[in-house]
C-alpha cells in the first residue's frame, strides 16, 4: 500500500512528461500489484492473515486477508496493472490535458479498492478505503472535463455512491454496542442478540449501500452507464471489471458472514429468493437496454449491470440452498457460490477487455458510436481477435470463459427446481438471457468490425486510415484474452482455487463440487468433427469456384445503404420499451 501512497508523488515530481509519468504509474501499480498477487496466493493456500491495527481516527482499523477477499484482491491488481500499462499511450487521445491529475488519481483509487476488500470494518477503514476509491474515480470519471455533460456525470456519480457509504455507515451503526474499529466477527456477535426488525433494517441498508455500487436494478441504472461510458477507457475497464464487484464483495460478505449462525428470528430462504429475484431482474432488465444501445461503451455498461444481476442471482440462489435440510441442495449452494465466484473473475477479464477493445477504437476512429464504425477488421486485424475473444466469453460462447460460470450460475437453479421452482424459472430467465447478451455482442463486434465497406471505418476520422494501435496498449488486451482463453478451456484449475480459498473462510464448505463440464473435450470433439467434413468435403471431389458476391447493387458502399446499430433488432427494441434504456 505504500507504494500506491507514493505512486502520485513520483508522478507529480516529472511535471508534464506524459509517458513518463505513465511508465512510473505503472511500474509503481505493478510493484503493488505483484506484492498484492503474492499475499492473495498465500492467503488462499493458507488461510486468513492476522489482522493488524491502524492508526485511522478514534477506532483505528483492522485488515482482515482470508482466501475470499484474496480473490478479489488478485482481480483488483490484475486488471488495475493492465489498465495502467494501457494508459501510457492512450492518454495521448486526451493531448489537450495534463495527465498529471490522471496519475495522480489512478493509484490512489487502485489503493482504495484494496482496502474496500481487505479492511475488516464497517467504520473508520472502511471510510477511508470508501472515499480513497469514490474521490479518486470521481476525479478520473471527469477527465475530459471540458463537456460540461461529463462534469455533471461525475457529480452524480459521486452523490450516489455517498449516498451509498452512507447506507452502509448507518446498518452498522444500528448494531446495538457497535464501536468504531469494531471487526466483522464482532459486529455479526452483536447482531445475534438483537430482534428481527433491527435484523431486517441492518440487513436492508447493507444491502442497499453495496447494491448501489454494485449497480442492482434500479440503482445502477442511475450512475453506471453514464460514468462508464464519459470516463476514459481504462477506467471505465477498472470501473466495470473491479470496482463494482466491490459492491458484490459486500453483498456476499453481509449474506454469508454476517447473518448470525445461531439467531433464529429471521427466515434465510425469504432473503435469499428476494436477492435471488433482484438479480434475475437486473440480469434482464440490464441486458435488455444494452442491445438497444448505439454507443459501444454504455452498451458494455449495461451488460455489466446484466452480468451483475447473474453473481447477484447466483448468490441469492446459494444462499436459499444453504438453509436446506436436503444435503444435495446444499452442495448445489456451493455449486452457486462458486458459480458467483467464476463470474466475478469472468467478468472482469473479458470486461476489460472490451472496455479496452473500445477504447483502441475510438483511439484510432475518435467515435464509439456503432453506426459510424464498420470495416475495422482489415484496418485492426489483432484488437479485432481480441474483440472477438470477449465477445465470446461475455456470450458465455462454450470454451471461452464466461461459458462455465454462467453454466455452474444456471444449472445451480434449474437443479433446485425440485425444491423451489422459483429458482428454476429465476434460472430460465438467466438462460434466455445469454441469448441476448449474444445478440448484444453480435451487435457490436459485427458493426465496429466485421461490417462490409471500407469507408465505415474511416467515417469517424476522415482524414486518417485507422490503423492498429500501439504494441503497449496491444499487450494487456493479449494477456487478458489469454487468461479468457485459459479459464475457457481450463475452468477446473481456477475452481479448484475457488473451492480452496472459500474452504478457507467457511467451514461447511464442501471439499469437492461435481463435475460441470470438459471444454477441452468439447474442442476436440468439434475439431475432430471438422476435420472429418473436410475430408469428406475432399473425397467426393467437389471443386470450389471463387466469384465476386452480388450485393444487391450495395457495392458502391456509402452510408445511406448501410444497416446500422439504429435498424438491428428493430422489433425487439419496440417489444422492450418498457425496460428503458431507449435511444432515440
Known sequence: MVLLAIAPLAALAVGGRRRLAGWINFLFCLAAGTLFAGASVMAIRHGATESSWVAFGPGGAQFLLDGF??????LISLIAVAAAFYS???????????????????????????????????SAGFSVAWQLMTLASFLLIRFDREDPRNVRVAWRYLVLMELAWLFILGG???????????????????????????????????????????????????????????????????????????????IARTLFWMVPASAEVYDGRVIGLVVAALGT???????????????AKRLHAYSSIGQMGYIVLSLGSAFYLQYSDNPQLRVLAAVGLVGALFHVVNHGVFKALL?????????????????????????????????????????????????????????????AGK???????????????????????????????????????????PHSVPREVPLVMLVPK??????????????????????????????????????LAMPVALVLIFAAAFVFARWLRAAGGARERKAPVWLCGYQQFNGSHRYGSDAMYAAFKNFTRWTGGNVK
Open 88 to 122: 501510457i499511450r492512450y492518454l495521448d487521445h486526451y493531448a489537450r490535458y495534463s495527465a498529471r491529475s490522471y496519475y495522480v488519481s489512478y493509484p490512489i483509487f487502485f489503493l482504495g479498492m484494496v482496502g474496500i476488500v481487505t479492511v475488516d470494518d464497517l
Open 419 to 461: 425444491d423451489t421452482v422459483v429458482l428454476a424459472l429465476f434460472a430460465v430467465v438467466a438462460l434466455m438471457t445469454g441469448a441476448m447478451t449474444l445478440a448484444a455482442y453480435v451487435k457490436f463486434f459485427g458493426l465496429a468490425f466485421a461490417a462490409s465497406g471500407d469507408e465505415a471505418g474511416r467515417s469517424a476520422a
Open 355 to 415: 472496455f479496452l477493445c473500445t477504447g483502441s477504437v475510438q483511439y484510432v476512429t475518435g467515435s464509439k458510436d456503432l453506426n459510424r464504425l464498420g470495416g475495422l477488421i482489415h484496418l485492426m486485424p489483432l484488437t479485432t481477435v481480441l474483440a472477438a475473444i470477449a465477445a465470446a466469453a461475455v456470450a458465455g460462447i462454450p470454451a471461452f470463459s464466461g461459458f462455465i460460470s454462467k453454466w455452474a450460475i444456471v444449472s445451480a437453479g434449474l437443479l
Open 281 to 295: 431482474v437486473t440480469l434482464f432488465i440490464g441486458t435488455s437496454q444494452a442491445l438497444k444501445q448505439n454507443d
Open 69 to 74: 477477499s484474496g480473490v478479489f484482491l488478485a
Open 172 to 250: 452498522a451503526s444500528l448494531i446495538p454496542g457497535a464501536a468504531a474499529g469494531d471487526s466483522l466477527h464482532e459486529l455479526t456477535s452483536k447482531l445475534a442478540s438483537s430482534d428481527a426488525t433491527l435484523h431486517s433494517a441492518v440487513y436492508a441498508l447493507l444491502l442497499l449501500g453495496f447494491a448501489l455500487k454494485a449497480g442492482v436494478f434500479p440503482l445502477g441504472q442511475l450512475w453506471l452507464p453514464d460514468a462508464h461510458s464519459v470516463a476514459p477507457s481504462p477506467v471505465s475497464a477498472v470501473l466495470s471489471g473491479v470496482m463494482i464487484k466491490t459492491g458484490i464483495f459486500g
Open 478 to 515: 493479449g494477456i487478458l484474452a489469454a487468461i479468457c482463453l485459459f479459464q475457457g478451456l481450463f475452468p477446473a484449475v481456477l475452481i479448484q482455487g475457488l473451492l480452496l480459498a472459500l474452504r478457507g473462510t467457511r467451514s461447511s464448505f464442501p471439499a469437492e463440487l461435481p463435475p
